[in-house]
């Protein structure tokens, strides 16, 4: 499974941005789609998650949507009400069922896209 990341940049603290993530491969639909984030001397932290259903930490839930087209394997992740702590790398991963939150158990990763968010 090949992944690129795309629809970061730059936006105001309480905008709005969309991120997407294509992916190729015939089997898309059965993999868990997540998305990391990684903030300069961090971690790089789980952010959402989407199999059947979907998973969030509890930093961007409410705030943070993440859905999948199963049809045009791409996996999106809607973001409101930024805030300036989630500037950060986001990194969509990909692996097989089941969902987990650690960075190290996902197989596929892309590149990153760099969100910037300004107060």
């Known amino acids: 499974v090949q992944l690129q990341a795309f629809g970061g940049g730059l936006v105001q603290a309480g905008g709005s941005l969309r991120l997407s993530c294509a992916a190729s491969?015939?089997?898309?639909?059965?993999?868990?789609m997540a998305w990391f984030r990684q903030a300069p001397g961090k971690e790089r932290e789980f952010v959402a998650a989407i199999n059947w259903s979907t998973y969030y930490a509890d930093s961007v839930k409410g705030r943070f949507t993440i859905s999948r087209d199963n049809a045009k394997n791409t996996v999106s992740l809607q973001m409101n009400s930024l805030k300036p702590e989630d500037t950060a790398v986001y990194y969509c991963?990909?692996?097989?069922?089941?969902?987990?939150?650690?960075?190290?158990?996902?197989?596929?990763w892309g590149q990153g896209t760099l969100v910037t968010v300004s107060s």
């Open positions: 491969g015939r089997t898309f639909s059965s993999y868990v």
């Open positions: 991963a990909a692996r097989r069922n089941p969902v987990v939150r650690d960075s190290n158990g996902y197989d596929y």
